[in-house]
């Protein structure tokens, strides 16, 4: 074929279902095994029917692959490569095999929505819902695949096309002479649409398209991007593009949506059996894949498309038994003309009623019939007819879905049996089928009016009115459908959806297109209603007595076709932070841990130690001599000016505007619902300069926010993100201050410098910001200095603790220490809808005051009981086999009760001790309960007092 896709020069070879497979460069999957003679390609999701080629086009899932750990490989669309191993998915035991198969015989027990109504039983439910896992769901995931990574693109044009059929070409065409730069996009692999595959045995519709494609090739102003779909429409012409190895987020002035339509199937019993296709389908596999369909035709018409099948298959050499036309008379045209020239005159106003299985369940002929004048079967009209192919081509439904998504207004055309734009928004331009125009010329001329109209709106060019003469005859049928007693008859391939599965959805009570679309899960199976929704429209229109107008259309919402999950993620761009004392710790072993955007130490190795004690042993370092743990991974903002107190205020829920100079005091952070977000230590330097932390996790996304509010509440105040320019380290222990004075002048006595103080001093010659803070529970300082300083302030420590024992200790060994001293962790100890008091921090809201954000929902919340409460359980002290691990679930008389959020064995208690959330009324100390381990057994635990270490805050009070 002088327009195929094949190499033939290049053999490729591969497997499907274990068996061996050739086919040609520039096959796809579909067509290399309808060429080697296998018809059945996949099976039905619901009842595991087989299933052939329906459209060719990705308009379908019937032929559905697993290409190694490539999951749910699109086989129509996807070219061979050498050495592909390919299985069915969706099938038990194999394609040919498949147990699942018996499905299709309990049909009539398993109607519309039957889950919906069954499987409600709660001792029941776990079986129902471990088996529907089982048989639903498609391909199978392998956790070995590598991570893909894929990068994004930022484009610009003037005018971007999508479609790049006659009518796409001819407007891309007319706004590149007109001085505008055109981006061309086409989801196929090769560019020219129908123009290369519905002729109807007329070359000069292909030469035409051969020539409007190289003139776009040429063109200096144009890009031609095969291969490349528009997966959806944003705001202000912005389109993200799809190609096999990247998203292109394009923005353009113009959009021309020139893509075409879908073919809709036509519905009769058993329309699914391989053998069985769109006349589009047969057409595609025809030019581009130099492949004969089948031996033995029958098509169905019910427009001029038809015809051109029926002549196309001819010239392919495959024998066309009958013209089957819907349509109670058929209109002369020379296409009619033709086909009565080869002998076969068409039956006007006939239908099939079934198709008819072989041995395999694949297409072996059909029983025609005449329609009365309500297309219903004339009783006594039957008439079978051998064939091994169907060519469908009754009706046409317009790629509709980026038009909505503009916000475009459609109108149902009676004339077309079609939705057309009504009134397009600014910047947005349809031409061709997506317009209601079908005819070859026609669509050119209209493409080149859409064009024109584009460039002017891009400010080149001026629009200017073209002729496009109105279509003669309807494309698609009002009523495609013939009904059958047995049903089997198809809307939905993807859902496995007959006609009276709508018509018991209506009966129940969805007769509205978006409930109908929810119960029956028509259109939401992977083609996204690509070849069902029209019909699906028309049967709830005739149902309710409405016009397909009144009807309507489902909400169309990107993507419009299926976009990778790695094409979203992107280059899986992770940004990693380093501390600026990220050497130090390596150098002293440390074994790094993720923690939000930073590389944090977790914990210290030692040699012939394991992970666990070398944890225990920082712990223990810190209980009893001094500990030096990096803490430069904590927000770090400072904000100042004359109301920078006022500022606080307002953000966190304590009082800020009364604190001396040299104080420091905890903060907490809600949202607007009163959930918990954040918590740190605000200390205030001078009358208008405050200086406060964030969690670690937290520290840009409090920024952004406190950023957002200065800016809407316009106070007299500055905000400075220090997170960066600060280095950061918590020197905790009994020795801690000894080790401290003798790098540094500062009085450091309980009276001098008291716990919860901020002084700003040197340390070893260094300008530092000190607080007397203690996450740990042991008196300690958390120094703060400029990011270069710190290495060397380490190091100072570091030397100057020699003598009494310091060693670091990483995140592990802090999160026990704390622990022990029952101080929460938020997003650990906490979740998103976690207020203040569920976890005892009444004392830090503050309602005196006029304003704070979340003050209102606070005030709702404190007056409503309380549902949980986080409260410390302990371990007995003789527990002994596997322990708790967070975030398993707390059981009280079979239901689930609560949750853990900390545990952890403190060699300091003796026993393990942890936080978790429990209903109120099993909070109090002494309360027992059980807590569910992972392999079903259960522990018992005893609610008690926190903290668990030093309840009396004694290591906190002047030492000797």
């Known amino acids: 074929m002088p327009d195929e896709w094949l190499d033939r020069s290049r053999v490729v070879r591969f497997r499907f279902e274990g068996r061996s497979f050739e086919g040609f460069a520039g096959d796809s999957i579909s067509s290399a095994l309808w060429a080697a003679g296998q018809r059945t390609l996949g099976r039905s999701f619901k009842y595991h029917r087989p299933r052939g080629i329906l459209s060719a086009a990705n308009h379908d899932v019937n032929v559905m692959v697993q290409d190694g750990q490539r999951l749910n490989t699109r086989g129509d669309v996807v070219e061979v490569r050498e050495g592909m191993d390919l299985s069915a998915v969706n099938t038990f035991g194999g394609l040919a095999n498949d147990r699942a198969r018996h499905l299709n015989r309990l049909s009539r027990f398993l109607p519309v929505g039957f889950y919906y109504k069954a499987f409600h039983n709660k001792r029941l439910f776990p079986l129902w819902e471990r088996m529907f896992r089982r048989v639903t769901g498609l391909g199978v995931l392998d956790f070995s695949t590598p991570h893909i990574r894929t990068p994004k693109r930022y484009d610009f044009c003037d005018v971007l096309v999508i479609g790049a059929g006659p009518s796409g070409l001819s407007a891309a065409l007319a706004a590149a002479d007109a001085g505008a730069r055109v981006a061309i996009c086409d989801e196929n692999a090769r560019a020219g649409g129908s123009g290369l595959y519905q002729l109807g045995g007329d070359t000069a519709r292909a030469d035409a398209t051969r020539s409007l494609l190289a003139r776009v090739r040429a063109h200096d102003n144009i890009r031609l991007l095969e291969g490349t779909y528009a997966a959806g429409y944003y705001a202000d012409q912005w389109v993200p593009l799809i190609d096999r190895e990247r998203m292109t987020k394009m923005r353009a002035k113009s959009v021309i949506v020139a893509s075409g339509a879908f073919e809709q199937p036509s519905v009769f019993r058993n329309n699914d059996l391989p053998g069985v296709m769109n006349g589009s389908a047969m057409q595609r596999l025809i030019y581009r894949y130099a492949l004969r369909p089948c031996d033995s035709a029958v098509v169905l018409a019910g427009n001029a498309d038809g015809y051109r099948v029926a002549l196309d298959l001819m010239a392919a050499g495959a024998r066309v038994e009958a013209v089957v036309d819907m349509r109670a008379s058929v209109p002369a045209s020379p296409l009619v003309d033709a086909l009565k020239a080869r002998g076969i005159e068409p039956l006007a106003g006939h239908a099939i009623q079934e198709a008819h299985p072989d041995g395999r369940g694949e297409l072996a002929g059909v029983t025609l019939v005449k329609l009365d004048g309500s297309g219903r079967p004339v009783a006594g009209s039957e008439r079978r007819i051998a064939c091994d192919g169907v060519a469908m081509s009754t009706g046409w439904s317009p790629t509709m879905n980026l038009l909505y998504q503009a916000g475009t207004r459609m109108r149902f055309d009676d004339l077309l049996q079609q939705f057309v734009p009504d009134q397009l928004p600014e910047g947005v331009f349809a031409c061709g089928r997506s ?189 009893t001599a001094v500990g030096l743990i990096d803490v430069g991974t904590l927000g770090k903002l400072e904000v100042r000016g004359p109301q920078a107190a006022e500022f606080l205020n307002r953000c966190y829920t304590g009082r800020y505007d009364n604190m001396k100079v040299g104080a420091t005091r905890y903060a907490v952070m809600c949202d607007e619902s009163g959930v ?252 027992p309960f059980t807590i569910r381990l992972s392999d079903g057994g259960t522990v018992n635990a005893e609610v008690c007092d926190t903290p668990f270490f030093d309840p009396k805050d004694e290591r906190q009070k002047e030492i000797a």
């Not at 059958?484 to 018509?503: A, I, R, S, T």
């Not at 979340?854 to 002994?880: C, D, Y």
């Not at 322990?883 to 545990?903: N, Y």
């Open 676 to 927: 918990l977000s954040d918590e740190g230590v605000v200390a205030r330097i001078a009358d208008d300069v405050f200086y406060f932390t964030t969690t670690s996790s937290g520290a840009a996304t409090v920024y952004r926010e406190l950023s957002r509010l200065n800016t809407e509440w316009k106070l007299d105040c500055g905000l400075v993100n220090l997170t960066g320019a600060y280095s950061a380290m918590n020197l905790a222990g009994p020795a801690s201050r000894k080790v401290l004075s003798q790098l540094t002048d500062m009085d450091l006595s309980s009276a001098a410098f008291p716990y919860l103080a901020i002084r700003c001093g040197t340390v070893a010659g260094i300008p530092v910001r000190m607080m007397r803070v203690g996450f740990v529970g042991e008196w300690g300082y958390e120094i703060h200095v400029p990011a270069e300083y710190g290495p060397t302030l380490w190091d100072a420590l570091m030397k100057a603790g020699e003598a009494s024992g310091i060693g670091p200790f990483g995140v592990e060994a802090q999160r026990l220490l704390r622990l022990e001293k029952g101080h929460l962790i938020v997003s650990q100890d906490t979740d998103g809808l976690t207020h203040p008091f569920e976890v005892g921090m009444d004392w830090a809201v503050k309602f005196d005051k006029l304003f704070f954000t979340g003050k209102r929902s606070l005030q709702i919340l404190r007056t409503m009981p309380l549902k949980r409460k986080l409260v410390g359980f302990r371990l007995a002290e003789n527990h002994s086999g596997e322990a708790p691990k967070e975030c398993h679930l707390v059981i009280r008389d079979g239901d689930i009760a609560g949750r853990v959020t900390s545990i952890s064995w403190s060699p300091h208690v003796g026993r393990y001790i942890g936080l978790a959330f429990l209903p109120p009324d099993m909070a109090a100390v002494g309360t």
């Open 435 to 623: 317009n209601g125009v079908y005819t070859f010329e026609s669509r050119m001329a209209d493409g080149v009016r859409a064009g024109l109209a584009a460039a002017a709106h891009a400010g080149l060019g001026e629009a200017a009115p073209v002729g496009v003469p109105p279509e003669a005859e309807a494309p698609s049928l009002a009523w495609p459908i013939v009904p059958h007693p047995d049903g089997k008859n198809f809307v939905d391939f993807d859902e496995d959806l007959q006609v009276k599965d709508f018509e018991n959805a209506v009966q129940e009570g969805y007769d509205n297109i978006e409930l109908l679309k929810r119960f029956s899960t028509v259109g939401m199976g992977p083609s996204q209603g690509k070849h069902s929704n029209m019909t699906a429209l028309r049967i709830l229109a005739r149902l309710t007595g409405k016009s397909p107008q009144q009807v309507g259309t489902t909400t169309a919402r990107p993507f419009f076709h299926p976009v990778p999950l790695s094409h979203l993620a992107g280059r899986g761009f992770s940004p990693q932070r380093l501390s600026p004392l990220h050497g130090r710790h390596a150098a002293h072993g440390a074994v790094f841990m993720q923690a939000g955007a930073w590389l944090r130490p977790e914990y210290y190795a030692v040699g012939g130690k394991s992970r666990i004690d070398c944890i225990r042993e920082e712990a223990r370092r810190v209980r």
